[in-house]
């Protein structure tokens, strides 16, 4: 029986995977892309949702006290690294697989409703649904099964690995998944607090969001 307190991080993040398989699922069986694009806000709203029906048991996400500017700018920076190596890891050893991308275009015209979902949903939800899991569960849980009482300064190099390698291989450009891994891991590391990964993480798919719209590059999406 899984404990109440890794279900609680599991969970939404079981629920996104969820609706990732959902939508190959339903492409194998012929639906167009385009057909499926009111999916993400189903997603986003459902992770959301579970997020705070459950935010009483995220002691991790309890506001830091005494966070100096510094380690704050750190996480800013630390996130426009890793935007800038997502997009130029390109090359064809560095992705695995084909990537659907996610195209908000309606007849040659922008979708704003759903470009500001998806925005609104990889800034704010992601980051918060993907760093309890990854960062917060998975790294200590691999240091030790009572995950809740490893100081993260504690995470140890093989637990850090672990995790950015699995982290690497959710995501189609590996390659940067990984390096995003360790950066948001080594964050945590350093920091001892959820929300510097989870800042750097929102920066990261912040702008890369904006990008995506600004370039038309919808397959990183």
């Given at each position: 029986m899984v404990d109440r307190t890794n279900l609680y991080r599991i969970a939404p993040f079981g629920a996104y995977v969820f609706f990732m398989i959902l939508e190959d699922v339903l492409l194998k069986f012929g639906w167009e892309p385009s057909e499926l694009r009111m999916l993400y806000a189903v997603k986003i709203t459902v992770v959301a949702g579970m997020l705070w029906a459950m935010r009483s048991a995220y002691s991790e996400l309890r506001w830091p006290g005494g966070a100096g500017l510094r380690i704050w700018f750190s996480a800013l920076v630390a996130g426009?690294?890793?935007?800038i190596a997502w997009i130029n890891l390109t090359a064809d050893w560095m992705v695995?697989?084909?990537?659907?991308?996610?195209?908000?275009?309606?007849?040659?015209?922008?979708?704003?409703?759903?470009?500001?979902?998806?925005?609104?949903?990889?800034?704010?939800?992601?980051?918060v649904m993907e760093e309890l899991f990854w960062r917060s569960f998975l790294m200590r849980w691999i240091e030790h099964s009572n995950f809740l009482a490893v100081?993260?300064?504690?995470?140890?190099?093989?637990?850090?690995?672990?995790?950015?390698?699995?982290?690497?291989l959710a995501h189609s450009l590996w390659f940067a998944g990984l390096f995003a891994g360790m950066v948001y891991g080594l964050l945590y590391m350093r920091s001892k607090t959820l929300?510097?990964?989870?800042?750097?993480?929102?920066?990261?798919?912040?702008?890369?969001?904006?990008?995506?719209?600004?370039?038309?590059?919808?397959?990183?999406?």
């Open positions: 426009i690294v890793v935007f695995m697989g084909e990537a659907v991308g996610f195209d908000p275009r309606e007849n040659g015209e922008i979708d704003w409703f759903l470009v500001t979902v998806r925005i609104i949903g990889a800034a704010l939800v992601v980051p100081n993260p300064a504690q995470i140890g190099i093989k637990a850090l690995g672990i995790s950015a390698v699995l982290f690497a929300w510097l990964p989870i800042l750097a993480h929102a920066v990261t798919n912040g702008i890369l969001g904006v990008w995506i719209v600004a370039t038309g590059n919808w397959g990183f999406w």
